[in-house]
């Protein structure tokens, strides 16, 4: 069987904010359906790096390719399509909608693709249920526990059924129980979807949810010996 190759493929990233450098010769590829931890201290680029390849902020210099698109030359609203339709995002803090209930929120990007009401919602509660979620649907997002919100926004990611996930300290605002948890399921349905992940985590319990670890040092990328 010919590999594939990779779903995301970055690389000599450079990003400047100011006079501080973010990103220094940067790199970094994800193979489809794989987990890919992105570690490193404060500071040191992380975010940037996941901002870069989800094509949220355009690099200095260098090159992010998703299939056969390249992020970096791309329009902002053809990057902006291209985020809704096919990458998925996780944050620290859940982002969701306060005014809508969890049913909505995970509805709303099928909503947003143009699906109707009853068929977003149907798929939305199945998500839900896969996140160990269903019984908080009729809820909004201030009236749940923190676990049972990034439960929900794993399931917001996921119901496009994205090629990529990104997901920016999923755990950091969790305890560990309520962490693993979230960290089991968002692996386990990447994997049952063959989506990739590029996950920016500082907790070592987190990434060893991933297949391969990339640590950011000063804006540079170094891979540590994988599983791949
Ligand atoms: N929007 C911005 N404006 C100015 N400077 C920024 C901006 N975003 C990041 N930086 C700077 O770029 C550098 C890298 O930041 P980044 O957030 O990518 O690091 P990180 O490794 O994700 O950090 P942390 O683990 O603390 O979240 C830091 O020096 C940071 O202060």
Redesign the pocket.
Known sequence: MTPAGPVLAATGLHKT??P?P?LADAGLSVQPGEIVAVM??????????LHCLAGIVRPDAGSVRYGPHELTTMTDARRSALRRTDFGFVFQFGRLVPELTCLENVALPLRLGGLRRRAAEDRALEWLDRLEAADVRGKRPGEISGGQGQRVAVARALVTTPRVVFADEPTGALDSLNGERVMGLLSRAARDTRAAVVL?T?DARVAAYSDREVV?RD?RTRDLAGVA
């Not at 490193?40 to 790096?49: A, C, D, F, V």
């Open positions: 904010y100011g501080t973010a490193g201290p404060s500071g040191s680029g992380k975010s940037t790096l920016v500082h950011v804006g």
